[in-house]
């Protein structure tokens, strides 16, 4: 039984891995920063590791479909991210694309 579970541990992974880009861009159309990123999508039911969701929010940075500014007037200083125009282009893209896949998948669960 042991076997099993770790094995659908590794798939699910697999799975949540294939979706946290489209997840993080989905919740970046206003700027927010990495513990409210994490905050509000555990709400919704995806949970992000912060050692998944900094790294991510830092590749995304570099191929500038991100940009960050840092805020200073609080107490501590934060790092907000906020998809660019280019960001807005690749979401709706990637938005699409999975739209249309979990309509065939939807055709393939069904059978």
């Given at each position: 039984?042991?076997?099993?579970?770790?094995?659908?541990?590794?798939?699910t992974q697999e799975l949540r891995r294939g979706t946290i880009v489209l997840s993080v861009l989905s919740q970046l159309d206003s700027p927010a920063y990495g513990y409210t990123l994490v905050k509000n999508m555990e709400e919704k039911g995806v949970k992000v590791d912060t050692n998944t969701l900094y790294?991510?929010?830092?590749?995304?940075?570099?191929?500038?479909?991100?940009?960050?500014?840092?805020?200073?007037?609080?107490?501590?200083?934060?790092?907000?991210?906020?998809?660019t125009a280019f960001g807005d282009a690749v979401?709706?893209?990637?938005?699409?694309?999975?739209?249309?896949?979990?309509?065939?998948?939807?055709?393939?669960?069904?059978?």
């Open positions: 039984m042991g076997e099993i579970n770790e094995i659908l541990q590794a798939l790294p991510l929010l830092r590749r995304l940075e570099k191929q500038e479909i991100l940009i960050s500014e840092w805020e200073t007037d609080g107490s501590k200083p934060r790092k907000y991210y906020k998809r979401y709706e893209s990637l938005r699409r694309q999975w739209e249309e896949m979990t309509e065939c998948m939807q055709k393939l669960l069904c059978n």
